[in-house]
Structure formats: structure tokens, C-alpha cells
């Protein structure tokens, strides 16, 4: 794995890196004065801590969330990496009394290379049944070095003695496992889990195939990264998000593609992916980290995970048309207060107009991007526990302040509103925004296009496949 590849991909050649490009030799700045916490239109429903015991890093191993879409199926999944590989599963049935329900840790953890383990998660559904899929990411010299997932069916929750290990996937020619996992429901009837590798490229599976036990691994596609200029090979992707266009009848993929830029492709073929546009040139461009668009694809929504990075807005549109090579320049930015542009953010869902952000040490973050060229902050609570500045100073990143504390991943449930957190030191929170009871596209005069899946019907606007692919 190179040092070039994103910070929050703990091994550790990408400690280094990661400590050289967040340390900050500023005083630490204190947290909201009392009665700061939280805008009093945000109130939290839940807060679990989730730890599972003392660990070298000080914080508590909590990476990303994924909730369920159907209200039927209150569940919250949290992953957990480094000495407790692996992922709870959270019920949020009554949300102001969510309770954990079931924990899953990886056999030997100790045996395991590289301060990895479980990273990212998400759910699926086909042929009726629900599963989950857990990426893992380990280092040389140990035990599954080449794993990237394991897929687990959870059907039978909340009978928790159900949840069953149906297949590990394995990428042995990109060792050092996926980072992160997009599922995604094609127009074509096909559930596809979409990976990121530590080659430059992402990774497409035909998840039919592989619950049917191809032995390919039901790999069908390879997305490609791209380049940037003066450098001789590509950096792969670190995030991606896959959305339906109704108005051109096509898939589309955007790739974080690490120290390159931003890339989006046509995967209505996942078989053999096309190059629509990219984002690439940006100023200040050091780590290329997560990318969402709005439901109509006009406007791309990146972040870029270093000290100092603003969450950025891009109008994608004269790439789409044609009428420029690539994309250079934003058009809106946002960063959260009173951290200003000492501190940054982490991931977010889009759910327009508002925009929900994982913030770090700013915690929840909600703006509003119906003017994109003129984000401003709407909601936020500050999940963060302890002084700004100050996280992971106990681990292997190295001394000095850093970014990597707090609110780390961020979901929202379509069906009523409700938005979940995971925090590194805090755990599981569980929010209600005052005036966001729900979102629907529709609402707001734009396709019903999120990153929620309609698993049962496929995206709005596709039109009806006349033949799913089979194993």
C-alpha cells in the first residue's frame, strides 16, 4: 500500500503520512461554551457508548454507521477495526431508547497486521432476504491479508441467534482489503456492491453471484481512476457514491479518487465503465476523500479529510455537456463554526437541500445548499467529548493535534427523519431535526434519489428490467 493513499486508511505506512498532513501546531481552541452543545432546533433521541474495551489508541474504534431504510427494520450498524475487528448491530425500534442487540468481532484478532479491521458497512437486499456486508482491511504478514468483506444474512433479525456468515469476499491481486463499500441497486435489476481496493481502481460485484457461490468472486467490472498530471499511475479510489440519472436513462458513478480528483462515470454497463467527467486541478488538493451529488446530478458535494479543508460544492454540469476538459473550480464551500477553518469534516449524506455532515470535532453538522454557491449551517450538536484539536494524540499518527476526533460517520433515515452518528470517543447518537420529518425528492420537485436504496423496485425513472441476471 502506498503512503500516498488516504489518512483514514489505518495501516502503518499511512500513519505517517496521515500525521504529517493533519498535525497542527496551533493552541487548542476550547469547545462551545456551556449551553453550546447543540442548536436548539437538533435534539438527540440516543447515545450509546459502544467500547469493547481498553485499546492503545485512547478512543473508542468507532468508524462507520448504516441504517436500514425500512421502518420495519430498526437496525443500526456500527463498525469497530483495530483490536476488535468487527460490527455491532443497534435497535433503534423506540429511537429514544435504542439499545445494542448483537456484537460480532473477527476470530483471532490478535494474529491480524496493520492497525485495521472493520471499516465500513452496508446493508442489502435480495431475492427477500437482508443481508450486511462488512469491509475489513488487514496488512501483510498475518491472516487474510487479501480479505475485503465478509457478508453476513440478517433476515431474521431481531432473532439475533439467526444472523448467519454467508461468504467472504477476496481481492489477492489488491491485498490490504476495501476501505469503503457503496451497495447499490442497478437499473437493470442487478444488486451490485461496489469496493474500493488498493489498486487504481474500484471494484463492482454481482452480489446474485456471489450468495450462488461464483468462483470468481463475482467480480463483473473494474471502475479505473485516473492519473493527475506528472504522476505516472493513478491512486485509486478511497469513497464513492452510484446514483441513477433519469433524465439521460443511465447509472452513474463518483469516485474520491485519493490524490487525483474527483471522476464520473457511466456504469450502466458496470462491464465496461465510461469516463463522463472529472474533477481534477483543484486548489489546495491533498487527500480526494468523499463525493455525494444531488438527486438531479447537477452538483457535486466533496470533501477532502485534512486540516484546514472546507467541505466544497461543484457544478458538474460543463463537465457533463462537454463544454470543459475537466473541472477545476468550486463554486460554494462551508466549513463549521466556531472551528472555522481550523478544524474539517469527515463524511455526509445529502438529502436536499440539506446537507448532513460527520464533522470531526464539530460533530453533527446540517446546512442548507439551496443556494450551492452560498452553503450556511441550519443545525448542529457537538458529539465530541473533550478539547478541539486534540484526537488520537496516543496513537501510532504521531504527537501533536490532530482532526481525527469525533463525529466520524453519519446516516439518515428517509422513512421519518432520523439521523445517526457514529463518534470516535462518544459512540452511537441518534437525532431528531425540528421541521425534518422525512425527505422524498419529490418534495422539492427532484427525483427520490439518495443514497437510499428502493431495493424492491429499483431506481426512480429506470425503466423496468425484463431479465435479472442469475447465477
Known amino acids: 500500500m502506498r503512503a500516498d493513499r488516504s489518512c483514514c486508511r489505518l495501516t502503518a505506512p499511512v500513519l505517517v503520512m496521515a500525521g504529517a498532513l493533519v498535525a497542527a501546531p496551533l493552541s487548542l481552541e476550547a469547545q462551545r461554551a456551556p449551553g453550546e452543545q447543540n442548536s436548539r432546533n437538533v435534539q438527540v433521541l440516543s447515545h450509546i457508548p459502544v467500547a469493547r474495551g481498553p485499546n492503545s489508541t485512547g478512543y473508542q474504534e468507532i468508524l462507520?454507521?448504516?441504517?436500514?431504510?425500512?421502518?420495519?427494520?430498526?437496525?443500526?450498524?456500527?463498525?469497530?477495526?483495530?483490536?476488535?475487528?468487527?460490527?455491532?448491530?443497534?435497535?433503534?425500534?423506540?429511537?429514544?431508547?435504542?439499545?445494542?442487540?448483537?456484537?460480532?468481532?473477527?476470530?483471532?484478532?490478535?494474529?491480524?497486521?496493520?492497525?485495521?479491521?472493520?471499516?465500513?458497512?452496508?446493508?442489502?437486499?435480495?431475492?427477500?432476504?437482508?443481508?450486511?456486508?462488512?469491509?475489513?482491511?488487514?496488512?501483510?504478514?498475518?491472516?487474510?491479508?487479501?480479505?475485503?468483506?465478509?457478508?453476513?444474512?440478517?433476515?431474521?433479525?431481531?432473532?439475533?441467534?439467526?444472523?448467519?456468515?454467508?461468504?467472504?469476499?477476496?481481492?489477492?491481486?489488491?491485498?490490504?482489503?476495501?476501505?469503503?463499500?457503496?451497495?447499490?441497486?442497478?437499473?437493470?435489476?442487478?444488486?451490485?456492491?461496489?469496493?474500493?481496493?488498493?489498486?487504481?481502481?474500484?471494484?463492482?460485484?454481482?452480489?446474485?453471484?456471489?450468495?450462488?457461490?461464483?468462483?470468481?468472486?463475482?467480480?463483473?467490472?473494474?471502475?479505473?481512476?485516473?492519473?493527475?498530471?506528472?504522476?505516472?499511475?493513478?491512486?485509486?479510489?478511497?469513497?464513492?457514491?452510484?446514483?441513477?440519472?433519469?433524465?439521460?436513462?443511465?447509472?452513474?458513478?463518483?469516485?474520491?479518487?485519493?490524490?487525483?480528483?474527483?471522476?464520473?462515470?457511466?456504469?450502466?454497463?458496470?462491464?465496461?465503465?465510461?469516463?463522463?467527467?472529472?474533477?481534477?486541478?483543484?486548489?489546495?488538493?491533498?487527500?480526494?476523500?468523499?463525493?455525494?451529488?444531488?438527486?438531479?446530478?447537477?452538483?457535486?458535494?466533496?470533501?477532502?479529510?485534512?486540516?484546514?479543508?472546507?467541505?466544497?460544492?461543484?457544478?458538474?454540469?460543463?463537465?457533463?455537456?462537454?463544454t470543459v476538459k475537466t473541472i477545476s473550480r468550486p463554486i460554494g464551500a462551508w466549513t463549521a463554526a466556531p472551528g472555522g477553518w481550523r478544524t474539517a469534516s469527515h463524511n455526509h449524506q445529502i438529502r436536499w437541500p440539506y446537507v448532513f455532515v460527520a464533522s470531526f470535532d464539530d460533530g453533527l453538522q446540517v446546512l442548507n445548499m439551496m443556494d450551492p454557491t452560498n452553503p450556511y449551517t441550519v443545525g448542529f450538536w457537538d458529539t465530541q467529548d473533550g478539547p478541539d484539536l486534540q484526537g488520537l494524540n496516543t496513537s501510532p499518527i504521531g504527537p501533536g493535534n490532530t482532526i481525527f476526533s469525533g463525529a466520524w460517520g453519519v446516516q439518515v433515515r428517509n422513512a421519518d427523519g432520523l439521523i445517526v452518528i457514529s463518534d470516535f470517543k462518544t459512540g452511537f447518537w441518534a437525532f431528531k431535526m425540528e421541521g425534518f420529518d422525512g425527505w422524498n425528492g419529490h418534495q422539492w420537485g427532484l427525483p427520490n434519489i439518495s443514497s437510499a436504496q428502493d431495493w424492491d423496485n429499483g431506481p426512480e425513472g429506470a425503466p423496468k428490467p425484463t431479465k435479472v441476471s442469475r447465477s
Open 64 to 322: 462507520d454507521i448504516e441504517i436500514e431504510q425500512e421502518l420495519s427494520r430498526p437496525y443500526v450498524y456500527v463498525s469497530h477495526l483495530i483490536s476488535h475487528g468487527g460490527f455491532d448491530i443497534i435497535s433503534v425500534k423506540d429511537p429514544r431508547q435504542a439499545r445494542i442487540i448483537y456484537r460480532w468481532e473477527i476470530d483471532n484478532p490478535e494474529l491480524r497486521r496493520g492497525l485495521s479491521g472493520g471499516f465500513d458497512g452496508r446493508y442489502l437486499k435480495l431475492n427477500d432476504r437482508y443481508y450486511y456486508a462488512q469491509s475489513f482491511q488487514y496488512g501483510p504478514g498475518g491472516p487474510d491479508a487479501d480479505l475485503g468483506a465478509i457478508v453476513f444474512d440478517v433476515t431474521g433479525l431481531p432473532d439475533t441467534t439467526k444472523v448467519k456468515e454467508v461468504g467472504r469476499m477476496r481481492a489477492p491481486d489488491t491485498p490490504g482489503g476495501f476501505h469503503n463499500l457503496f451497495a447499490y441497486k442497478h437499473a437493470d435489476g442487478r444488486v451490485l456492491l461496489f469496493t474500493t481496493t488498493t489498486g487504481p481502481h474500484a471494484n463492482v460485484y454481482d452480489m446474485q453471484k456471489f450468495l450462488g457461490g461464483d468462483a470468481a468472486q463475482a467480480l463483473i467490472g473494474r471502475v479505473p481512476s485516473i492519473a493527475a498530471a506528472g504522476k505516472s499511475r493513478a491512486d485509486g479510489y478511497h469513497d464513492m457514491y452510484v446514483a441513477y440519472d433519469p433524465a439521460n436513462h443511465r447509472d452513474v458513478f463518483y469516485g474520491a479518487g485519493l490524490g487525483d480528483g474527483y471522476f464520473v462515470y457511466d456504469v450502466t454497463r458496470p462491464e465496461e465503465p465510461k469516463l463522463l467527467t472529472s474533477l481534477t486541478g483543484i486548489a489546495g488538493l491533498a487527500v480526494a476523500h468523499a463525493f455525494q451529488v444531488t438527486p438531479d446530478g447537477r452538483y457535486g458535494v466533496a470533501q477532502m479529510e485534512y486540516q484546514y479543508a472546507p467541505l466544497r460544492i461543484f457544478d458538474l454540469k460543463p463537465g457533463l455537456d462537454g
